[in-house]
């Protein structure tokens, strides 16, 4: 069955706090997604089967030219069959839409491949700092 994007689509707290669980392979607490979504969120994109929750990317932003890809998941059991790509290239569309000039996503090494050669992005210098824990 083919995958359906849906831009802004209603999800439930527990089933994205679970697909994230998955997807990181931790137990995880129930995020309160949908409150942060709406209020912190240019976008979000869902990637559903049938109705089943298989991937997600949320685009946030600063209010004008710039927007950040977070929380990109695929569910493993649909990893390696281009949804996550999907997900990406949707946010870009969105992103552009909404006049936003910069996207910008961090990434771990090991995801470099998908981010650069099979979505696009170029690498740029940038820092992290962790607050807690």
Same mark, same amino acid.
């Given at each position: 069955?083919?995958?359906?994007?849906?831009?802004?689509?209603?999800?439930?707290?527990?089933?994205?706090? $679970?697909?994230?669980?998955?997807?990181?392979?931790?137990?995880? $607490?129930?995020?309160?997604?949908?409150?942060?979504?709406?209020?912190?969120?240019?976008?979000?994109?869902?990637?559903?089967?049938?109705?089943?929750?298989?991937?997600?990317?949320?685009?946030?932003?600063?209010?004008?030219?710039?927007?950040?890809?977070?929380?990109?998941?695929?569910?493993?059991?649909?990893?390696?069959?281009?949804?996550?790509?999907?997900?990406?290239?949707?946010?870009?569309?969105?992103?552009?839409?909404?006049?936003?000039?910069?996207?910008?996503?961090?990434?771990?090494?090991?995801?470099?491949?998908?981010?650069?050669?099979?979505?696009?992005?170029?690498?740029?210098?940038?820092?992290?700092?962790?607050?807690?824990?």
């Amino acid at each position: 069955m083919p995958v359906r994007l849906v831009v802004r689509g209603a999800v439930a707290d527990d089933d994205l706090s $679970a697909l994230h669980a998955r997807a990181f392979q931790r137990a995880g $607490a129930r995020t309160p997604w949908r409150r942060r979504l709406e209020e912190h969120s240019l976008t979000w994109i869902l990637a559903l089967e049938d109705e089943r929750l298989v991937g997600f990317v949320n685009v946030a932003w600063d209010g004008g030219a710039h927007a950040f890809l977070l929380d990109t998941v695929v569910d493993p059991a649909d990893q390696g069959k281009g949804v996550g790509r999907a997900l990406v290239r949707a946010a870009v569309r969105e992103a552009a839409r909404a006049g936003c000039e910069w996207l910008h996503v961090d990434f771990e090494a090991e995801l470099a491949p998908f981010y650069l050669d099979g979505c696009g992005f170029r690498p740029t210098a940038a820092g992290v700092l962790r607050l807690r824990g």
